[in-house]
């Protein structure tokens, strides 16, 4: 399977950090639009050839960045985290590994849990 990051809610000056620190490393990036918020994580990371019929998303966008990692094991999200933190991107709180678990949730679904889990982790 093909390594690839879904990065959300990353514009501008941000988005061309992620993009400078992902370009060495074996992976593609791929920019997750607001309207494909509703369809599984695994669909998005290339895991499904075709989507789950779903409806469009026409919500607002996520409060926050969020990058999730799907193919990557081991040391590969450790040299990513690297590059993140050398291409001042070192402040990204909500980041995730596609598994057979949540694979087929939503962004949307993954972002709240999260969000809990960031919480938690934080004593919030």
Sequence with gaps: MEK???????KGLRLGQMSKALEKLPCKMRVVEREEYGMPLGYLAGLEKKP????????????????????????????????FCEHGLAGVGLKAVVTETNRGWNSLQLFEELKKEHAMMHGK
């Design 4 to 10: 690839q990051v879904l990065v959300y809610e990353f």
């Design 52 to 83: 789950v019929a779903g409806k469009r998303y026409e919500g607002e966008g996520l409060e926050q960045e969020m990058v999730v990692f799907a193919g990557f094991v081991g040391e590969d999200i450790d040299m990513a985290l690297k590059a």
